[in-house]
């Protein structure tokens, strides 16, 4: 691999190794993420595996959440329409 690449949030530079797909492997846990610009253009992200896990965790929504507002935490929307788990108030 000629050029190794940094970490985006700690600036670690990556190991030396063969292929950036090593760096994936559980051996190393670097993970790669893309994200599309407005203009279209798509620009990508190393992390390490320590910078990695604290970034997955501030992305994470808890899990106590109903689902549909765990969806609308992730970028998805709720449809009015359709059932609820939760029962009407008792009036």
Known sequence: MSQRPNCID??????ETNTNYTLISTSFGWRLTRQTQPGGSVTVEWRCATC??????KSQVPAALPRN?????NGGSVSSKGSSSTPPPAG
């Open 69 to 73: 507002a765990r969806r609308v935490a």
């Open 10 to 15: 700690c600036g670690a530079t990556a190991p």
């Open 52 to 57: 990695w896990r604290k970034h997955k965790a």
